[in-house]
Nanobody, 129 residues
Framework: QVQLVESGGGSVQAGGNLTLSCTVSGSSASFNMGWFRQAPGEAREGVSLRSTRGGRTYYADSVKGRFTISSDTATTNTLTLQMNSLEPEDTGMYFC??????????????????????WGQGTQVTVSS
C-alpha cells in the first residue's frame, strides 16, 4: 500500500523559510508528485508539481521565484519543497500527492488537484506578519 508522509511544516514570520519533505513508501514505481495547499475556507490549490518526464517542474504564479521543488535523486520518491521569503498568504495545510499514471503537460501546467491517486495527511504552515 502506497503511503505518503509529509514533514517540515511549522510557524514562521513573514520573510522566513521552511522546507517541506514528502516520502513515498510502499512502491518502487516512479511517480508524478506535487504539493498542494489549502487555506481555511478556501479550495485546495496546486503549489508546485514535478513530472517523471525529465523532472520537469511547474509552479503557481504566486510562488514562482520563492519556492523550489526537487526530488532526491538517490531515492526518487522523496519530494522536497523549499519555501523562501514566506508570506502570510502562504499559510495553509500543505499536502503531498503522487500519481504513477501519465499526465499530460497541459494537465501538469494547470496544477489541478484532480485525479491524484495518493495523498498525504498534510503538514501545517503558518506565516505571521
Amino acid at each position: 500500500q502506497v503511503q505518503l508522509v509529509e514533514s517540515g511544516g511549522g510557524s514562521v514570520q513573514a520573510g522566513g523559510n521552511l522546507t517541506l519533505s514528502c516520502t513515498v513508501s510502499g512502491s518502487s514505481a516512479s511517480f508524478n508528485m506535487g504539493w498542494f495547499r489549502q487555506a481555511p475556507g478556501e479550495a485546495r490549490e496546486g503549489v508546485s508539481l514535478r513530472s517523471t518526464r525529465g523532472g520537469r517542474t511547474y509552479y503557481a504564479d504566486s510562488v514562482k521565484g520563492r519556492f523550489t521543488i526537487s526530488s532526491d535523486t538517490a531515492t526518487t520518491n522523496t519530494l522536497t519543497l523549499q519555501m523562501n521569503s514566506l508570506e502570510p498568504e502562504d499559510t495553509g495545510m500543505y499536502f503531498c500527492a503522487a500519481d504513477s499514471y501519465p499526465r499530460s503537460t497541459a494537465t501538469m501546467q494547470s496544477l489541478s488537484d484532480r485525479g491524484w491517486t495518493h495523498w498525504g495527511q498534510g503538514t501545517q504552515v503558518t506565516v505571521s506578519s
